[in-house]
Protein backbone atom coordinates (compact mmCIF):
# COMPACT_ATOMS: atom_id res chain seq x y z
CA UNK A 1 0.00 0.00 0.00
CA UNK A 2 1.41 3.71 -0.92
CA UNK A 3 -0.01 6.71 0.43
CA UNK A 4 0.14 9.95 -1.61
CA UNK A 5 -0.42 12.92 0.45
CA UNK A 6 1.57 16.12 0.95
CA UNK A 7 1.25 19.10 3.10
CA UNK A 8 3.21 22.41 2.09
CA UNK A 9 2.51 26.14 3.37
CA UNK A 10 4.47 29.23 1.62
CA UNK A 11 4.40 32.32 -0.58
CA UNK A 12 2.59 32.61 -4.06
CA UNK A 13 5.24 32.96 -6.62
CA UNK A 14 2.75 34.46 -9.19
CA UNK A 15 -0.69 35.57 -9.71
CA UNK A 16 -3.06 32.48 -10.37
CA UNK A 17 -3.55 31.84 -13.94
CA UNK A 18 -7.30 30.77 -14.45
CA UNK A 19 -7.60 28.59 -17.94
CA UNK A 20 -10.69 26.46 -19.62
CA UNK A 21 -10.67 23.54 -20.96
CA UNK A 22 -12.28 22.46 -24.37
CA UNK A 23 -14.55 20.29 -22.43
CA UNK A 24 -15.56 23.42 -20.05
CA UNK A 25 -13.72 22.14 -16.90
CA UNK A 26 -11.88 25.28 -14.84
CA UNK A 27 -8.20 24.48 -14.51
CA UNK A 28 -6.28 27.32 -11.97
CA UNK A 29 -2.46 26.87 -12.03
CA UNK A 30 0.01 28.91 -9.33
CA UNK A 31 3.33 28.24 -7.90
CA UNK A 32 4.30 28.39 -4.20
CA UNK A 33 7.77 28.33 -2.81
CA UNK A 34 8.38 26.64 0.00
CA UNK A 35 11.49 27.15 1.92
CA UNK A 36 14.07 24.31 3.14
CA UNK A 37 15.96 25.25 6.46
CA UNK A 38 19.73 23.98 5.91
CA UNK A 39 23.17 24.43 8.04
CA UNK A 40 25.85 26.16 5.67
CA UNK A 41 29.07 23.75 6.05
CA UNK A 42 31.46 26.77 5.67
CA UNK A 43 29.87 29.29 7.91
CA UNK A 44 27.91 27.31 10.10
CA UNK A 45 24.88 29.21 10.10
CA UNK A 46 21.02 28.17 9.32
CA UNK A 47 20.36 29.47 5.68
CA UNK A 48 16.25 29.03 4.15
CA UNK A 49 16.80 26.97 0.29
CA UNK A 50 13.28 28.01 -1.46
CA UNK A 51 11.89 25.20 -3.17
CA UNK A 52 8.86 26.32 -5.91
CA UNK A 53 6.28 23.78 -6.15
CA UNK A 54 3.67 23.76 -9.51
CA UNK A 55 0.15 23.57 -8.37
CA UNK A 56 -2.99 22.79 -10.44
CA UNK A 57 -6.56 22.91 -9.08
CA UNK A 58 -9.66 21.92 -11.17
CA UNK A 59 -13.74 23.27 -11.06
CA UNK A 60 -15.37 25.40 -9.71
CA UNK A 61 -12.92 25.92 -6.59
CA UNK A 62 -10.78 26.77 -9.20
CA UNK A 63 -12.63 29.50 -10.22
CA UNK A 64 -13.43 30.56 -6.80
CA UNK A 65 -10.07 30.79 -5.73
CA UNK A 66 -8.92 32.56 -8.58
CA UNK A 67 -10.22 35.67 -7.77
CA UNK A 68 -9.08 35.91 -4.16
CA UNK A 69 -5.34 34.61 -4.85
CA UNK A 70 -2.82 36.63 -5.68
CA UNK A 71 1.53 36.61 -5.68
CA UNK A 72 3.08 36.88 -2.30
CA UNK A 73 -0.04 35.64 -0.48
CA UNK A 74 0.92 32.71 2.69
CA UNK A 75 -1.17 29.63 1.75
CA UNK A 76 -0.72 25.80 3.16
CA UNK A 77 -1.85 23.52 0.79
CA UNK A 78 -2.99 19.56 1.55
CA UNK A 79 -3.09 17.18 -1.50
CA UNK A 80 -1.65 14.68 -3.79
CA UNK A 81 1.52 14.82 -6.29
CA UNK A 82 1.26 14.11 -9.28
CA UNK A 83 3.86 13.30 -12.00
CA UNK A 84 3.67 14.47 -15.53
CA UNK A 85 6.29 13.82 -18.54
CA UNK A 86 6.26 15.42 -22.48
CA UNK A 87 8.35 15.70 -25.34
CA UNK A 88 9.32 19.32 -25.20
CA UNK A 89 7.90 21.02 -28.48
CA UNK A 90 11.30 22.74 -29.41
CA UNK A 91 13.55 19.04 -29.48
CA UNK A 92 15.05 19.46 -26.27
CA UNK A 93 14.05 15.72 -25.38
CA UNK A 94 12.37 14.83 -22.66
CA UNK A 95 10.69 16.86 -19.77
CA UNK A 96 8.96 16.17 -16.64
CA UNK A 97 8.10 17.96 -13.50
CA UNK A 98 5.74 16.81 -10.35
CA UNK A 99 2.96 19.01 -8.77
CA UNK A 100 0.52 19.33 -6.00
CA UNK A 101 -3.27 18.86 -6.96
CA UNK A 102 -4.56 20.35 -3.95
CA UNK A 103 -7.81 19.36 -2.18
CA UNK A 104 -7.62 21.84 0.83
CA UNK A 105 -5.99 25.27 0.26
CA UNK A 106 -5.96 27.75 3.70
CA UNK A 107 -5.40 31.76 3.24
CA UNK A 108 -2.60 32.32 6.16
CA UNK A 109 -1.96 36.03 4.76
CA UNK A 110 -2.78 39.01 7.25
CA UNK A 111 -5.73 40.97 6.27
CA UNK A 112 -5.96 44.82 6.33
CA UNK A 113 -6.70 45.08 9.77
CA UNK A 114 -3.61 43.30 10.61
CA UNK A 115 -4.73 40.19 12.31
CA UNK A 116 -4.78 36.71 11.33
CA UNK A 117 -7.62 35.37 8.51
CA UNK A 118 -7.24 31.92 7.66
CA UNK A 119 -10.15 30.76 5.42
CA UNK A 120 -10.22 26.76 4.19
CA UNK A 121 -11.80 25.57 0.88
CA UNK A 122 -12.00 21.96 0.24
CA UNK A 123 -14.20 19.98 -2.28
CA UNK A 124 -17.33 18.99 -1.48
CA UNK A 125 -17.98 15.57 0.31
CA UNK A 126 -14.10 15.65 1.51
CA UNK A 127 -14.46 17.69 4.38
CA UNK A 128 -17.57 20.30 5.73
CA UNK A 129 -16.25 23.82 6.17
CA UNK A 130 -17.13 27.48 6.62
CA UNK A 131 -18.14 29.26 3.32
CA UNK A 132 -15.13 31.86 2.37
CA UNK A 133 -16.37 35.64 2.90
CA UNK A 134 -15.13 38.34 1.07
CA UNK A 135 -14.97 40.56 4.60
CA UNK A 136 -15.51 44.85 4.31
CA UNK A 137 -12.39 46.36 4.96
CA UNK A 138 -13.27 47.22 8.48
CA UNK A 139 -14.37 43.91 9.69
CA UNK A 140 -12.22 40.92 10.61
CA UNK A 141 -12.59 37.67 7.97
CA UNK A 142 -12.53 35.12 11.28
CA UNK A 143 -14.57 35.72 14.81
CA UNK A 144 -12.90 37.77 17.24
CA UNK A 145 -15.01 38.70 20.72
CA UNK A 146 -15.69 42.33 21.05
CA UNK A 147 -14.06 43.43 24.15
CA UNK A 148 -15.98 45.23 26.82
CA UNK A 149 -15.31 48.92 27.47
CA UNK A 150 -11.36 49.28 29.08
CA UNK A 151 -11.07 45.41 29.17
CA UNK A 152 -8.58 43.48 26.86
CA UNK A 153 -10.04 41.60 24.37
CA UNK A 154 -9.07 37.93 24.29
CA UNK A 155 -5.68 36.44 22.95
CA UNK A 156 -6.58 33.99 20.33
CA UNK A 157 -4.51 32.13 18.11
CA UNK A 158 -5.40 32.27 14.39
CA UNK A 159 -6.68 28.19 14.14
CA UNK A 160 -8.50 28.42 17.84
CA UNK A 161 -10.37 31.53 16.30
CA UNK A 162 -11.28 30.04 13.09
CA UNK A 163 -12.38 26.32 14.84
CA UNK A 164 -14.07 27.48 17.92
CA UNK A 165 -16.12 29.97 19.55
CA UNK A 166 -14.25 31.89 22.14
CA UNK A 167 -15.77 32.37 25.58
CA UNK A 168 -16.00 35.53 27.03
CA UNK A 169 -13.41 36.47 29.53
CA UNK A 170 -14.94 36.82 33.01
CA UNK A 171 -15.47 40.37 34.18
CA UNK A 172 -15.77 42.29 37.27
CA UNK A 173 -19.51 43.31 38.47
CA UNK A 174 -19.96 46.59 37.89
CA UNK A 175 -21.07 48.93 40.98
CA UNK A 176 -24.67 49.83 40.43
CA UNK A 177 -24.35 49.97 36.74
CA UNK A 178 -26.49 48.09 34.68
CA UNK A 179 -25.24 45.26 32.66
CA UNK A 180 -24.45 45.92 29.07
CA UNK A 181 -26.42 44.05 26.36
CA UNK A 182 -24.42 41.67 24.30
CA UNK A 183 -23.37 43.14 21.50
CA UNK A 184 -25.14 42.41 18.27
CA UNK A 185 -22.90 39.82 15.62
CA UNK A 186 -22.30 41.02 12.28
CA UNK A 187 -24.51 39.59 9.75
CA UNK A 188 -22.15 38.81 6.18
CA UNK A 189 -24.43 38.46 2.88
CA UNK A 190 -23.46 35.27 1.47
CA UNK A 191 -24.50 34.17 -2.02
CA UNK A 192 -24.53 30.90 -3.82
CA UNK A 193 -22.21 32.02 -6.82
CA UNK A 194 -19.29 33.20 -3.51
CA UNK A 195 -19.26 29.63 -2.26
CA UNK A 196 -16.48 27.32 -4.00
CA UNK A 197 -18.08 24.15 -4.12
Known amino acids: MSINRVVVSGNLTRDPELR ?3 GGTQVLGFGV ?6 RNQQTGEWEDYPNFIDCTMFGNRAE ?13 IEGKLRYSSWEDKNGGGRRSKVEIIP ?3 VLMSLNPNGQQAPQQYAPQGYQQQYAPQQAPQTAPQAYVPQPAPQQPAPQWSAQQAYQQAPQAAPQP ?3 QAAPQPAPAQQQLDV ?3 DIPF
Open 20 to 22: VTP
Open 33 to 38: AVNDRR
Open 64 to 76: ALSRILHKGMKVA
Open 103 to 105: DEV
Open 173 to 175: APQ
Open 191 to 193: YDE
